[in-house]
């Protein structure tokens, strides 16, 4: 697994969704991605008050466990996330670092009181999951409203967005890609 993008399902989340997630990154970012095995609902990051749970604490756990040897860990949860100055998260990631957790609980349609839609669902966690990848290698934010890495403050600017970089972006993500010490070997 030495250079490649690990997937790490944080309480149940269904394969096939992961598998699409994985397939998604491999295609965009030319590395190898492997679906990891589950673990546990995080509990201890839940926030009674918020009835939510902490991204940063889930980060934190997910980089005391992830093999130094990988390019990404990413975590994906059906939990719904936040970070302490912000109501919730779609997604976190560890800037210029390896882990990252992504939510698909405000990325179900349903969430917002529209009927189930596995494809959107799907289209939009592999925009987020891409985003956070985007975070671990270094690149920020983007001006250009269509490009992956655009803030996506609510769920209009993930739909609205496409699942790729920006041609800048895209040059930058190689760039980074490409002097990353972790990504040796993980070009698919």
């Not at 939510?103 to 956070?132: C, G, I, N, W």
């Not at 739909?159 to 698919?188: I, M, N, V």
Request: net charge positive; proline share 5%.
């Amino acid at each position: 697994m030495s250079g490649c993008v690990i997937i790490c399902p944080v309480g149940f989340v269904e394969k096939d969704i992961l598998d699409r997630i994985a397939g998604h990154i491999e295609a965009r970012c030319g590395v190898v991605c492997r679906v990891f095995q589950k673990m546990d609902k995080p509990e201890y990051a839940y926030d009674e008050r918020r009835c939510q749970y902490n991204s940063k604490l889930i980060l934190k756990h997910l980089i005391k466990l992830s093999p130094k040897d990988i390019l990404g860990f990413m975590g994906v949860t059906h939990v719904d996330l936040f970070v302490p100055i912000l109501k919730y998260v779609f997604g976190l990631a560890e800037m210029e670092g390896q882990c990252s957790i992504i939510s698909m609980h405000r990325l179900r349609p349903q969430f917002y009181d529209r009927p189930p839609d596995r494809d959107l669902l799907v289209e939009r966690a592999r925009k987020t999951a891409l985003h956070e990848l985007g975070h671990c290698l270094g690149l920020t934010h983007c001006r250009n409203r269509r490009c992956v890495m655009y803030s996506s403050t609510k769920i209009e600017d993930t739909d609205f967005k496409q699942a790729d970089f920006c041609p800048t972006c895209s040059e930058l993500f190689k760039w980074q890609l490409d002097k990353c010490p972790r990504a040796s070997g993980c070009k698919s």
